[in-house]
């Protein structure tokens, strides 16, 4: 069989899985929709968090980040785990506590006020949209090289898909689907990355493989690779490139947004009780963990690979791996020095950094670029860091069935997360903006249904993302990241553990969090990306790391304005209380 | 019953503090702050800081996260046996 047949035979299973469950599990009740009624297990509510969380980004693109990374690319391996225990300790067992239905609701009712409310669902669409627009990117990607179907084509398959079952199934759906979802995507990671580490390695676990020798050789992996990247004029692979004080920030920028982003916290209000929201978080860092710790074994044995295999190669002999990349214009090849060998080295291929096709083939039969070459250093090739995991096991050579099961994971982990966005957005424009502020009056029934259908408004939007994606997607996940540490985590942190915080001191840290952070990023990312380098920085720390500022400026300014202003009401003070009792 | 809220809001807020240092310590510290100083250490193929910046921090996290489930129960349990005498 070949191995487009065998993704066909693969991805079309798990989809009819995936259906069956929407309609074994439909919701019937608001409770239901939102929180799934509250009955799901720790271990399962662990599995779906986990799916929830690892996204097309953590699934597809954060090996092959780390992979050119090296030792810079800890910030995301350390950042979006130790989110989880800022989590479970700070924030999951008293939101759970609280027992409503989404993060705008504590918001407003903490603070006493629909302004905050409201500005908390306007942060919580903002970030979520963000979000769903680098989904539809990674199953954009894995349609159109794996199915060869069109990229558009794909991305409507996706969205009727998630249309099924998270318009019918709400939050109860998409609970166990995202299950399922999550051993897919588990066991696709997996296979391969288990498979590479005993060619490589001779090792079973590739958190081992990682650390031996390479096989019939006494020399470490790392110290190999350490070697060649230095001998390519790379900084060597297990050192930093950017600076202490820009990782710190990076990664507590990630940690903190990690624990403030609604789609993840609102996975711990569908449990029983407050222990099982601390157990759950439990399960789902392990469950993460798992993909995270051999995520970082699988850069290294792809960078190592991926310079074996193409280095030094004449373009005519080049793998098929290679061509075809190049055919759906993520990787591409100029020849500066006119030798028909592709040419490996640090610094961009290209001018303008990303490649524009011209529609003619040169001598060897590659597409040429319109693209001037950058002269400044040897490199010839551009690859799009996003087809590392991928493209891997075709690198590695492997049977063409795990080259099919990675395929299948990929589209579970972009289409778990982007279900999980679709809801929290649904659930806050139904319940927090109609129910609770404009349309007081409607019925439970009511609001089911505008649940239902503002579900199915954002997945048209978040298809339209897919089909036009913004030439900024990866430039705006920044964003989302350092928005939720800007915004919620302060006011949801204070809310629970600083009694004396009042409505005026979170509005204000909340605007001001918002409006610094967007502003640096917005600047330096699209106002002058000319000087985004860290001569301009603010105290040398990039937009990417600027959240975890944002967030102490949040910090400060609520509690100063608190301080200034008058004691939250006696009610308020009584539902702290109450939200610290287990 | 007020003093008794208190008093378990005390020990609870002891347990957090506790297991975030050792949380900050993992990964700010010996991931990043002490990282390259840690990094003259090896044992098998990987240098300590590198390691610990990409595969110890996160294993320590696991262990938290389920240290502070474990040591919760113990207090929850401490306190509403306390209720009942």
């Given amino acids: 069989m070949t191995t487009q047949l065998l993704t066909y035979i693969f991805v079309g299973a798990t989809f009819t899985l995936y259906i069956g469950i929407a309609l074994w599990s439909r919701a019937k009740s608001t409770n239901d929709f939102y929180i799934a009624g509250k009955g799901v297990h720790p271990i399962a509510n662990g599995m ?29 391996l350390m950042g979006w785990t130790g989110g989880y225990v800022l989590l479970a300790l700070l924030l999951a067992p ?25 500005l908390a669902v306007l942060c919580l669409i903002f970030i979520s949209f963000t979000y769903i627009a680098g989904q539809m990117r990674g199953v954009g990607i894995v349609f159109s090289r794996f199915l060869e179907v069109d990229i558009n084509t794909g991305v409507i398959v996706g969205m009727a898909i998630v249309f099924f079952y998270a318009v019918l199934g709400g939050m109860k759906g998409i609970t166990y689907t995202q299950v399922a979802q999550y051993c897919v995507l588990i066991f696709a990671y997996l296979v391969p990355a288990i498979f ?23 020399i470490y992996l790392l110290d190999k690779l350490d070697q060649v990247t230095k001998d390519l004029g790379f900084v060597a692979y297990t050192e930093n490139v950017k600076t202490n004080i820009d990782i710190f920030c990076i990664t507590a920028a ?17 449990v029983p009780s407050v222990g099982a929201a601390r157990q759950s978080a439990g399960y789902a860092l392990i469950f993460i963990a798992l993909l995270y710790t051999t995520a970082p ?16 190669q004449p373009y005519s002999t080049s793998p098929n791996w290679f061509k075809n990349w190049e055919e759906i214009g993520l990787i591409a090849w100029k020849d500066k020095n006119e030798d028909g060998k592709i040419k490996y080295s640090s610094g961009s291929a290209l001018e303008d950094i990303k490649p524009k096709y011209l529609d003619e083939r040169g001598e060897y039969g590659e597409r040429l670029l319109q693209n001037k070459p950058n002269l400044s250093n ?10 590392i995991v991928l493209a891997n096991p075709e690198i590695a050579q492997l049977p063409g069935w795990v080259i099919a099961l990675v395929a299948a994971g990929g589209l579970a982990a972009a289409l778990s997360t982007a279900a999980g966005l679709l809801l929290v957005i649904s659930s806050s424009v139904s319940h927090d903006l109609l129910k609770k502020t404009y349309m007081p009056q409607i019925t439970e029934k009511q609001e089911l249904r505008y649940a239902r259908i503002s579900a199915a408004v954002a997945i048209g939007i978040a298809g339209i993302f897919g089909i036009y994606p913004p030439a900024f997607v990866a430039q705006v996940v920044a964003f989302a990241f350092g928005l939720a540490a800007a915004t919620f985590f302060p006011a949801l942190f204070l809310g629970i553990f ?63 304005v608190s301080s200034l202003t008058k004691p939250p009401p006696d009610e308020v003070l009584e539902l702290v209380d109450d939200i610290r009792r287990p | 019953m007020n003093e008794k809220n208190n008093k378990y809001w005390k020990a609870n807020l002891k347990i957090v503090i506790s297991l975030l240092i050792i949380w900050f310590i993992s990964s700010f510290g010996f991931g990043i702050i002490f990282s390259d100083y840690l ?5 098998g193929g990987f240098k300590l800081g590198f390691w610990f910046a990409q595969q110890g921090s996160i294993y320590i996290f696991v262990i938290l996260v389920f240290l502070y489930v474990w040591l919760m129960k113990r207090l929850d349990k401490k306190f509403s046996e306390e209720e009942d005498s």
Wanted: proline fraction near 3%; charge should be neutral.
């Fill in chain 2, 39 to 43: 990094d003259q250490i090896k044992f």
């Fill in chain 1, 378 to 387: 040897e490199n010839e090739i551009y690859i799009d860091r996003d087809i």
């Fill in chain 1, 196 to 218: 590479i580490s005993i060619l490589m390695t001779g090792e079973v676990i590739p958190q081992i493989g990682f650390g031996s020798t390479l096989v019939d050789s006494p």
């Fill in chain 1, 254 to 270: 990630l940690m903190f947004g990690t624990a403030g982003l609604p789609h993840v916290i609102v996975r711990f209000f569908t």
């Fill in chain 1, 48 to 76: 779906a968090t986990a799916a929830d969380w690892m996204s097309a980004a953590s699934f597809l693109s954060m090996a092959g980040l780390i992979a050119f990374l090296g030792k810079d690319g800890s910030v995301y």
């Fill in chain 1, 94 to 118: 008293y939101l759970r506590k609280f027992g409503k239905f989404t993060v705008p609701d504590f918001i407003g009712e903490r603070y006493y006020s629909s302004t905050a409310r409201k």
């Fill in chain 1, 498 to 560: 600083y009694k004396r915080l009042n409505k005026e001191g979170a509005i204000t840290g909340m605007l001001l969090g918002l409006i610094f952070t967007a502003s640096y990023i917005i600047y330096f990312k699209f106002i002058n990306p000319a000087i985004n380098n860290s001569d301009f920085w603010f105290m040398g720390i990039s937009p990417e790391g600027i959240g975890s500022v944002g967030m102490l400026l949040n910090f400060i300014i609520a509690l100063s």
């Fill in chain 1, 297 to 312: 074994a699988v850069s290294a044995f792809a960078r190592m690979n991926l310079i074996d295999s193409i280095q030094d």
